[in-house]
Antibody, heavy 116, light 106 residues
Framework: QVQLQQSGAELMKPGASMKISCKASGYTFSSYWIEWVKQRPGHGLEWIGDLLPGSGNSNYNEKFKGKATLTADTSSNTAYMQLSSLTSEDSAVYYC?????????WGAGTTVTVSS | QIVLTQSPAIMSASPGEKVTITCSASSSVSYMHWFQQKPGTSPKLWIYSTSNLASGVPARFSGSGSGTSYSLTISRMEAEDAATYYCQQRTNYPWTFGGGTKLEIK
Protein backbone atom coordinates (compact mmCIF):
# COMPACT_ATOMS: atom_id res chain seq x y z
CA GLN A 1 0.00 0.00 0.00
CA VAL A 2 1.07 3.58 -0.55
CA GLN A 3 2.90 4.99 2.45
CA LEU A 4 4.94 8.04 3.34
CA GLN A 5 7.22 7.66 6.35
CA GLN A 6 8.52 10.88 7.86
CA SER A 7 11.51 11.44 10.08
CA GLY A 8 11.11 11.95 13.79
CA ALA A 9 10.53 15.01 15.93
CA GLU A 10 13.34 17.54 16.21
CA LEU A 11 14.34 20.11 18.80
CA MET A 12 16.41 22.84 17.18
CA LYS A 13 18.20 26.00 18.23
CA PRO A 14 17.26 29.35 16.68
CA GLY A 15 19.38 30.10 13.64
CA ALA A 16 20.07 26.46 12.86
CA SER A 17 19.09 24.54 9.74
CA MET A 18 17.52 21.13 9.52
CA LYS A 19 16.28 18.58 7.01
CA ILE A 20 13.08 16.54 7.22
CA SER A 21 12.76 13.32 5.24
CA CYS A 22 9.75 11.62 3.70
CA LYS A 23 10.32 8.07 2.46
CA ALA A 24 7.80 6.76 -0.04
CA SER A 25 6.78 3.16 -0.65
CA GLY A 26 4.14 1.27 -2.57
CA TYR A 27 4.15 3.36 -5.74
CA THR A 28 6.41 4.81 -8.44
CA PHE A 29 8.06 7.59 -6.48
CA SER A 30 9.37 9.53 -9.46
CA SER A 31 5.94 9.94 -11.07
CA TYR A 32 4.00 11.80 -8.39
CA TRP A 33 4.46 15.26 -6.96
CA ILE A 34 5.32 15.39 -3.28
CA GLU A 35 3.66 18.23 -1.40
CA TRP A 36 4.79 19.81 1.85
CA VAL A 37 2.40 21.42 4.32
CA LYS A 38 2.96 23.31 7.58
CA GLN A 39 0.58 23.29 10.51
CA ARG A 40 0.80 25.43 13.59
CA PRO A 41 -1.84 25.59 16.31
CA GLY A 42 -4.32 28.27 15.41
CA HIS A 43 -2.88 28.70 11.92
CA GLY A 44 -4.52 25.89 9.99
CA LEU A 45 -2.73 24.30 7.05
CA GLU A 46 -0.22 26.18 4.91
CA TRP A 47 1.12 24.88 1.64
CA ILE A 48 4.91 25.21 1.45
CA GLY A 49 5.73 23.84 -1.96
CA ASP A 50 5.99 20.76 -4.11
CA LEU A 51 8.47 18.77 -6.12
CA LEU A 52 8.28 16.14 -8.83
CA PRO A 53 11.04 13.65 -7.97
CA GLY A 54 11.49 12.36 -11.50
CA SER A 55 12.32 15.76 -12.94
CA GLY A 56 13.33 17.81 -9.95
CA ASN A 57 10.81 20.47 -10.93
CA SER A 58 9.49 22.40 -7.95
CA ASN A 59 7.09 25.15 -6.98
CA TYR A 60 7.13 27.22 -3.81
CA ASN A 61 4.73 29.37 -1.90
CA GLU A 62 6.32 32.85 -2.02
CA LYS A 63 6.08 32.96 1.76
CA PHE A 64 8.49 30.03 2.07
CA LYS A 65 11.04 30.97 -0.58
CA GLY A 66 14.38 31.26 1.14
CA LYS A 67 13.08 29.28 4.10
CA ALA A 68 12.36 25.86 2.57
CA THR A 69 14.31 23.93 -0.04
CA LEU A 70 12.81 20.78 -1.53
CA THR A 71 14.85 17.93 -2.94
CA ALA A 72 14.44 14.23 -3.65
CA ASP A 73 16.59 11.13 -4.04
CA THR A 74 14.98 8.70 -6.45
CA SER A 75 17.48 5.96 -5.58
CA SER A 76 16.08 5.80 -2.05
CA ASN A 77 12.54 7.00 -2.83
CA THR A 78 12.98 9.80 -0.32
CA ALA A 79 11.93 13.43 -0.46
CA TYR A 80 13.53 16.06 1.70
CA MET A 81 12.69 19.52 2.95
CA GLN A 82 15.46 21.68 4.34
CA LEU A 83 14.46 24.55 6.62
CA SER A 84 17.01 27.28 7.19
CA SER A 85 17.59 30.05 9.75
CA LEU A 86 15.06 28.61 12.11
CA THR A 87 13.01 30.86 14.38
CA SER A 88 10.16 30.24 16.78
CA GLU A 89 7.78 30.87 13.86
CA ASP A 90 9.07 27.63 12.31
CA SER A 91 7.90 25.55 15.27
CA ALA A 92 5.16 23.45 13.72
CA VAL A 93 4.19 20.06 12.41
CA TYR A 94 5.33 19.50 8.84
CA TYR A 95 3.61 17.02 6.58
CA CYS A 96 4.52 15.52 3.26
CA UNK A 97 1.75 14.25 1.01
CA UNK A 98 1.52 12.50 -2.32
CA UNK A 99 -0.28 14.42 -5.03
CA UNK A 100 -2.41 12.39 -7.41
CA UNK A 101 -4.45 15.39 -8.50
CA UNK A 102 -5.31 15.72 -4.82
CA UNK A 103 -3.32 15.04 -1.67
CA UNK A 104 -4.36 11.43 -1.31
CA UNK A 105 -1.77 10.05 1.10
CA TRP A 106 -0.14 11.95 3.95
CA GLY A 107 2.80 11.23 6.17
CA ALA A 108 2.34 11.18 9.93
CA GLY A 109 4.00 14.55 10.29
CA THR A 110 7.28 15.75 11.74
CA THR A 111 7.12 18.02 14.77
CA VAL A 112 9.77 20.72 14.80
CA THR A 113 10.35 22.73 17.95
CA VAL A 114 12.66 25.73 17.82
CA SER A 115 13.84 26.82 21.23
CA SER A 116 16.98 28.10 22.85
CA GLN B 1 -3.46 33.86 -4.29
CA ILE B 2 -6.92 32.34 -3.92
CA VAL B 3 -8.29 32.79 -0.44
CA LEU B 4 -10.69 30.16 0.87
CA THR B 5 -13.13 31.20 3.59
CA GLN B 6 -14.87 28.47 5.52
CA SER B 7 -17.97 28.88 7.62
CA PRO B 8 -18.73 28.34 10.29
CA ALA B 9 -15.37 28.20 12.04
CA ILE B 10 -16.83 26.15 14.87
CA MET B 11 -20.12 24.32 15.15
CA SER B 12 -21.76 21.57 17.11
CA ALA B 13 -24.42 19.16 15.93
CA SER B 14 -26.61 16.54 17.58
CA PRO B 15 -26.56 12.92 16.44
CA GLY B 16 -28.81 12.55 13.42
CA GLU B 17 -28.70 16.25 12.55
CA LYS B 18 -27.87 17.47 9.06
CA VAL B 19 -24.61 19.44 8.85
CA THR B 20 -23.43 21.77 6.09
CA ILE B 21 -19.99 23.40 5.93
CA THR B 22 -19.35 25.99 3.25
CA CYS B 23 -16.16 27.11 1.53
CA SER B 24 -16.06 30.35 -0.43
CA ALA B 25 -13.22 31.05 -2.85
CA SER B 26 -11.97 34.55 -3.70
CA SER B 27 -11.71 33.49 -7.37
CA SER B 28 -13.29 30.71 -9.35
CA VAL B 29 -11.71 27.28 -8.93
CA SER B 30 -12.23 24.11 -10.94
CA TYR B 31 -12.67 21.74 -8.03
CA MET B 32 -12.59 21.70 -4.27
CA HIS B 33 -11.02 19.04 -2.09
CA TRP B 34 -11.89 18.39 1.53
CA PHE B 35 -9.83 16.89 4.34
CA GLN B 36 -10.79 15.59 7.74
CA GLN B 37 -8.40 15.92 10.64
CA LYS B 38 -8.74 14.59 14.17
CA PRO B 39 -6.47 15.75 17.02
CA GLY B 40 -2.97 14.35 16.90
CA THR B 41 -3.36 12.84 13.45
CA SER B 42 -2.53 13.92 9.93
CA PRO B 43 -5.25 15.23 7.60
CA LYS B 44 -7.08 12.63 5.58
CA LEU B 45 -8.43 13.13 2.08
CA TRP B 46 -12.20 13.08 2.55
CA ILE B 47 -13.83 14.41 -0.60
CA TYR B 48 -11.92 15.01 -3.83
CA SER B 49 -12.77 16.92 -6.95
CA THR B 50 -15.80 18.52 -5.31
CA SER B 51 -18.07 15.52 -4.95
CA ASN B 52 -16.12 12.24 -4.91
CA LEU B 53 -15.84 10.43 -1.60
CA ALA B 54 -12.39 9.13 -0.74
CA SER B 55 -12.02 5.46 0.04
CA GLY B 56 -13.73 4.47 3.26
CA VAL B 57 -15.73 7.68 3.67
CA PRO B 58 -19.31 6.99 4.74
CA ALA B 59 -22.06 7.65 2.23
CA ARG B 60 -23.71 10.15 4.60
CA PHE B 61 -21.07 12.61 3.42
CA SER B 62 -21.47 14.52 0.20
CA GLY B 63 -19.84 17.45 -1.55
CA SER B 64 -21.11 19.92 -4.08
CA GLY B 65 -20.47 23.30 -5.61
CA SER B 66 -18.87 25.13 -8.47
CA GLY B 67 -17.04 28.35 -9.25
CA THR B 68 -16.52 30.16 -5.96
CA SER B 69 -18.99 28.34 -3.72
CA TYR B 70 -18.58 24.81 -2.36
CA SER B 71 -20.00 22.79 0.49
CA LEU B 72 -19.58 19.58 2.44
CA THR B 73 -22.74 18.02 3.86
CA ILE B 74 -23.33 15.29 6.39
CA SER B 75 -26.85 13.95 6.03
CA ARG B 76 -27.02 12.62 9.58
CA MET B 77 -24.35 13.52 12.08
CA GLU B 78 -22.61 10.70 13.95
CA ALA B 79 -20.17 10.93 16.86
CA GLU B 80 -17.27 9.72 14.73
CA ASP B 81 -17.74 12.71 12.41
CA ALA B 82 -16.50 15.12 15.08
CA ALA B 83 -13.30 16.56 13.60
CA THR B 84 -11.91 19.59 11.81
CA TYR B 85 -12.64 19.83 8.11
CA TYR B 86 -10.54 21.82 5.66
CA CYS B 87 -11.29 22.75 2.08
CA GLN B 88 -8.45 23.10 -0.41
CA GLN B 89 -8.07 24.42 -3.93
CA ARG B 90 -5.56 22.96 -6.31
CA THR B 91 -6.54 25.01 -9.37
CA ASN B 92 -3.97 27.80 -9.17
CA TYR B 93 -0.63 27.99 -7.41
CA PRO B 94 -0.11 28.52 -4.58
CA TRP B 95 -2.41 25.75 -3.43
CA THR B 96 -4.41 27.10 -0.50
CA PHE B 97 -6.51 25.75 2.35
CA GLY B 98 -9.49 27.16 4.13
CA GLY B 99 -9.12 28.06 7.77
CA GLY B 100 -10.95 24.94 8.90
CA THR B 101 -14.30 24.13 10.48
CA LYS B 102 -14.25 22.42 13.85
CA LEU B 103 -17.29 20.19 14.12
CA GLU B 104 -18.25 18.96 17.57
CA ILE B 105 -20.90 16.51 18.69
CA LYS B 106 -23.59 17.78 21.08
Amino acid sequence: QVQLQQSGAELMKPGASMKISCKASGYTFSSYWIEWVKQRPGHGLEWIGDLLPGSGNSNYNEKFKGKATLTADTSSNTAYMQLSSLTSEDSAVYYCARDDGYFDVWGAGTTVTVSS
Amino acid sequence: QIVLTQSPAIMSASPGEKVTITCSASSSVSYMHWFQQKPGTSPKLWIYSTSNLASGVPARFSGSGSGTSYSLTISRMEAEDAATYYCQQRTNYPWTFGGGTKLEIK
